[in-house]
Nanobody
Framework: QVQLVESGGGLVQPGGSLRLSCAAS????????MRWYRQAPGKEREWVAR????????NYADSVKGRFTISRQNAESTVYLQMNSLKPEDTAVYYC??????????WGQGTQVTVSS
């Protein structure tokens, strides 16, 4: 049974930091490109960050570049999103995604991040 379980969300003040985790099971994690997405209330889901299977390459949306860092530990089947200098506009539900092809494409249930004073 494929599972992606996000954790680490919560309420943080502007300028603060959070580290999200996504624990994977039920598939060969090391063969999947991993991505983080987010969806704010009333908005479409948007891509945030991507990391390749070995972790050798990462990409970020312009809105988070320089503030967020994606990483992965294949031995632990886990992907992380370190979020620094958080802004109110970062408030959203954050989802992790695992993709090896158009067919093998899995989503987690999401974790809420709220940035507010």
């Amino acid at each position: 049974q494929v599972q992606l379980v996000e954790s680490g969300g919560g309420l943080v003040q502007p300028g603060g930091s959070l580290r999200l985790s996504c624990a994977a099971s039920g598939f060969t994690f090391s063969r999947y490109t991993m991505r983080w997405y987010r969806q704010a209330p009333g908005k479409e889901r948007e891509w945030v960050a991507r990391i390749t299977t070995t972790g050798s390459s990462t990409n970020y949306a312009d809105s988070v570049k320089g503030r967020f860092t994606i990483s992965r530990q294949n031995a632990e089947s886990t992907v992380y999103l370190q979020m620094n200098s958080l802004k109110p506009e970062d408030t959203a539900v954050y989802y992790c995604n695992a993709q090896a092809s158009n067919y093998y494409n899995y989503w987690g249930q999401g974790t809420q991040v709220t940035v507010s004073s």
